[in-house]
C-alpha cells in the first residue's frame, strides 16, 4: 500500500497582523495571511509577479509565539499540511464553510524583524504545536 504525504513549506510576508482567538475550551487559535510571490521575465521581455494567499492556523503554544512576534510585512518560513475545507458556526448560530485552501502551521521561523532587518538565528522562538494588500 503507498503511502501518502500532505506537507507544504512556504517562505512569504504577513499580508496583516495575525489575529488571536480562543475556542470554547480555552485553546488558542492564532490565524494570518501570508504572501508568496513568483518572478519571471515573459517572452516579450516584461518582467512579470504572481502573488498567491494562503490563510495560516497556529495552535496552542505556537499561536501565542505568533501573535506576539508577528506583524504585518514579516517573512516568515512556515512548514504545516493542507487543509482544504473548513467550516464553522458562528455567533448566531449559521453554520459557514470556506472553500479556500488553508495551511494548518506546526513550525513558523521568524526570518525577519518587523522592520525587514535580519533576525539572527535562535533569537525568537518557533516552537512545534498540534487580502489586504501586497506586503512587497
Given at each position: 500500500?503507498?503511502?501518502?504525504?500532505?506537507?507544504?513549506?512556504?517562505?512569504?510576508?504577513?499580508?496583516?497582523?495575525?489575529?488571536?482567538?480562543?475556542?470554547?475550551?480555552?485553546?488558542?487559535?492564532?490565524?494570518f495571511s501570508l504572501a508568496t510571490d513568483r518572478s519571471?521575465?515573459?517572452?516579450?521581455?516584461?518582467?512579470?509577479?504572481k502573488t498567491t494567499w494562503f490563510e495560516v492556523v497556529?495552535?496552542?503554544?505556537?499561536?501565542?509565539?505568533?501573535?506576539?512576534?508577528?506583524?504585518?510585512?514579516?517573512?516568515?518560513?512556515?512548514?504545516?499540511?493542507?487543509?482544504?475545507?473548513?467550516?464553522?458556526?458562528?455567533?448566531?448560530?449559521?453554520?459557514?464553510?470556506?472553500?479556500?485552501?488553508?495551511?494548518?502551521?506546526?513550525?513558523?521561523?521568524?526570518?525577519?524583524?518587523?522592520?525587514?532587518?535580519?533576525?539572527p538565528a535562535g533569537t525568537e522562538p518557533a516552537e512545534?504545536?498540534?487580502?489586504?494588500?501586497?506586503?512587497?
Amino acid at each position: 500500500m503507498a503511502q501518502s504525504v500532505n506537507s507544504i513549506t512556504l517562505v512569504g510576508r504577513l499580508g496583516k497582523d495575525p489575529t488571536m482567538r480562543f475556542t470554547p475550551s480555552g485553546q488558542q487559535v492564532c490565524n494570518f495571511s501570508l504572501a508568496t510571490d513568483r518572478s519571471w521575465t515573459d517572452s516579450a521581455g516584461v518582467k512579470q509577479t504572481k502573488t498567491t494567499w494562503f490563510e495560516v492556523v497556529t495552535w496552542g503554544k505556537l499561536a501565542e509565539t505568533c501573535n506576539s512576534y508577528l506583524k504585518k510585512g514579516r517573512l516568515v518560513y512556515v512548514e504545516g499540511r493542507v487543509e482544504p475545507v473548513r467550516q464553522w458556526t458562528d455567533d448566531q448560530n449559521v453554520k459557514h464553510t470556506s472553500t479556500n485552501v488553508d495551511v494548518t502551521a506546526n513550525q513558523v521561523v521568524f526570518l525577519s524583524s518587523a522592520a525587514g532587518e535580519a533576525v539572527p538565528a535562535g533569537t525568537e522562538p518557533a516552537e512545534a504545536a498540534p487580502e489586504d494588500e501586497i506586503p512587497f
